[in-house]
């Protein structure tokens, strides 16, 4: 099975509001990332956060990890249309030398 | 720089045709990948290579075969396609290996296998 997996797997919010999206993994991680994907298009970095880092700020992106519970979120602030897109989380494993990509949430951000 | 390519955008086969797909950096990146997408799955690793010359089997690699004979380019094989094969193909590349590494996708390759 996967190493992360992610909920909700599908989110639909109006602009403005803050999106939330959680991944869970299951080993000891170096480092989670999540990606972005735009419909038909592949897939694109947003943000890495290290096993030794709690929170992680990028723009309207808030990043947590919590290893203690091998989870993560990821928080979009004042949400746009444009926003409207799938959410990877990646884990590498501490021993591993490849990303593991969840499931994806698919968030639909209404005008 | 255009990143990585991916050729053809788009493709239909036959059960037991054989088709290649291409890959191509311009990063000078030493890993590349190749994944497979179905919907509610995820992104699955099929080969990946560590560098010029080498590949290696991910977490799906039966049916597929893959060459890396230039750094820049990482090609996946289709000896015979299956149903099953349906889906949508991304490479990938990142500078070295590692989950800290950050992987740049290409566009994709749509496949349907009739």
């Known amino acids: 099975s996967q190493q992360g997996e992610e909920d909700p797997q599908a989110l639909s919010i109006q602009e403005g509001e803050n999106a939330t999206m959680n991944c869970s993994y299951k080993t000891s991680i170096n480092n989670l990332q999540w990606y972005r994907q735009n419909s038909g298009r592949g897939l694109v970095h947003l943000i890495l956060i290290r096993s030794n880092e709690r929170e992680k700020h990028s723009g309207r992106l808030r990043v947590t990890l919590d290893t203690s519970k091998k989870s993560s979120s990821l928080l979009i602030t004042a949400s746009r249309a444009a926003d409207t897109a799938s959410y990877f989380c990646?884990?590498?494993?501490?021993?591993?030398?490849?990303?593991?990509f969840g499931e994806g949430t698919q968030l639909t951000v209404n005008p | 720089n255009a990143g990585v390519t991916q050729t053809p955008k788009f493709r239909v086969l036959k059960t037991g045709q054989s088709m290649t797909l291409l890959c191509a950096q311009d990063?000078?990146?030493?890993?590349m990948y190749w994944y497979r997408q179905d919907p509610g799955m995820g992104l699955r690793l099929i080969h990946y290579s560590v560098g010029e010359g080498t590949t290696a089997k991910g977490e799906v690699p039966d049916g597929y075969n893959v060459s890396r004979l230039k750094k820049q380019n990482f090609l996946l094989g289709l000896e015979s396609a299956a149903p099953s094969q349906t889906s949508v193909y991304f490479c990938a590349s990142s500078l070295l290996g590692g989950p800290q590494e950050t992987q740049y996708f290409g566009p994709g390759t749509r496949l349907l296998v009739l």
């Open positions: 990063m000078n990146h030493e890993y």
């Open positions: 990646a884990s590498g494993e501490t021993s591993g030398s490849r990303l593991t």
